[in-house]
């Protein structure tokens, strides 16, 4: 089944309707996008915090979404995001995953 | 109470879009992408044929100024840019004297940058409230210009926030009007984001909306009406993604703030609030006594974040 948000198969949605196999996919390329932009030697993890830890910024971070739509082939709804809530690599993931859809 | 009497705005007819500019601006593919997809900015007016002179004189034709002009006491600029010409050059008495306003007190206002426009006419306002007049058909007006010209690669882009666009309005204030009343004025200058200090551009970015959510608590509290009061908000055309997330943020419908002239018009300078206002009335958004807030931050040593309150 696909869902109207994401687009994508459904094999693992969560109590929240978030896609987790996506999810995980979504953690997994903003990992690597963010060692890549912020030009990092060491790892980055779904734990770290993007503002704080890893210094993303507002335009930054705004990179990093225009990326991840490119490389995964989707549409993130920016106008749905409440920055408030996403401190983490892994809050992100989540948001992109439940609130994006393919092309 | 300060009005505005009339308002009139000007751009040139004179476009590029955001791709014809990267080459020149030395844009990155990234940079464009940004631009178009998240900050809804498609292209922008520049006219390298229109002067500084024309383009307020255009915004000027769109007012009624006939047996007007000895009315008018002050004439006020507000730019961004301090310096806009070659001494002694100087655009604003240029104006002066082709409207007939040769005998007003003009100068400019720069110092809050592309919040200028707000601050001059507050200070009109005041300025005119302070003023005697005998007869009351005669009521002192001043008349607020703002207009800019693009003419450097600072004055185009602001990197990864916004383009600048090219255009001008012309207002006539009023110390005593009914037509759109200010109700109240709130401004926050903020020097601690100035670079010399040790202000960043990643603190600016992550303190932009909250502090102008606060200037528009203020503004509100000071006219003293709610959010859901308003019936429209004219935004500064910083971009599109901005006021989205402004708009989560304060818990206002985006439907009810006007962000249509970002794509094709981008930043203008000072004069975003009063092309909106234009297209707002061209639109009939707005009703007899609807409250409409404008808002806008100027950027530059420092920043100054402002609203303005109104009633129509």
């Known amino acids: 089944m696909a869902s109207p948000e994401t687009g994508v198969a459904q094999t693992g949605v969560d109590e929240t309707g978030t896609d987790a196999p996506f ?9 690597d996008l963010l060692i890549l932009l912020l030009e990092r030697d060491e790892p980055v993890t779904e734990d770290m915090r993007l503002m704080d830890e890893l210094m993303v910024s507002s335009l930054l971070g705004l990179e990093l979404l225009l ?9 993130i709804d920016v106008e749905l995001m409440d920055q408030d809530q996403i401190t983490t690599v892994g809050d992100l993931a989540t948001f992109v995953a439940s609130h994006s859809r393919s092309f | 109470m300060t009005a505005l009497d009339s308002v009139a705005a000007y751009q040139p007819t004179s476009r590029r879009t955001v791709e014809e500019l990267a080459g020149p601006l030395g844009l990155s593919e990234m940079e464009v992408k940004l631009f178009r997809r998240f900050h809804g900015l498609r292209e922008i007016c520049i006219d390298p044929d229109t002067s500084l002179t024309e383009l307020l004189l255009n915004a ?11 009315r008018v006491r002050y004439v006020l600029w507000a730019r961004a840019f301090p310096t806009v010409v070659p001494f002694p050059g100087n655009p604003l008495h240029e104006v002066c004297q082709a409207l007939g306003l040769g005998h007003a007190l003009a100068f400019t206002l720069t110092q809050q940058s592309c919040a200028s426009a707000l601050q001059a006419i507050d200070l009109a306002g005041r300025l005119l409230a302070a003023d005697t007049h005998a007869d009351p058909d005669d009521e002192p007006l001043a008349l607020v210009f703002t207009g800019e010209k693009a003419f450097t690669r600072d004055a185009q882009v602001l990197p990864g926030m916004s383009l600048f666009s090219e255009g001008a309005s012309a207002c006539l204030v009023s ?13 926050s200058q903020r020097g601690e984001f100035d670079p010399a200090g040790g202000g960043t551009p990643e ?4 303190e932009y909306r909250p502090l102008l959510a606060q200037v528009i608590s203020r503004a509100l509290a000071q006219a003293g009406i709610a959010l859901a009061d308003l019936a429209l908000i004219l935004p500064h055309n910083v971009n599109l993604v901005t006021w989205q997330r402004m708009c989560r943020l304060i818990g206002f419908p985006q439907e009810r703030v006007l962000l249509d002239n970002i794509a094709g018009n981008g930043h203008v300078f000072c004069a975003d609030a009063f092309l909106n206002y234009q297209t707002a009335r061209e639109r009939g958004l707005l009703a007899d006594g609807d409250r409409y807030l404008v ?3 100027g950027a530059g040593h420092g920043a100054t974040f402002a609203a303005m309150v109104f009633q129509h």
């Open chain 2, 295 to 297: 808002a806008t931050v």
């Open chain 1, 23 to 31: 999810r995980q996919q979504v953690v997994q390329t903003a990992c």
């Open chain 2, 60 to 70: 000027a034709a769109g007012l009624d100024l006939r047996g007007r002009q000895h």
């Open chain 1, 67 to 75: 990326r991840l739509e490119e490389q995964l082939d989707i549409q």
């Open chain 2, 175 to 187: 110390a005593t009007g009914s037509r759109d009343r200010l109700l109240a004025y709130a401004c």
């Open chain 2, 203 to 206: 603190r600016f970015q992550s």
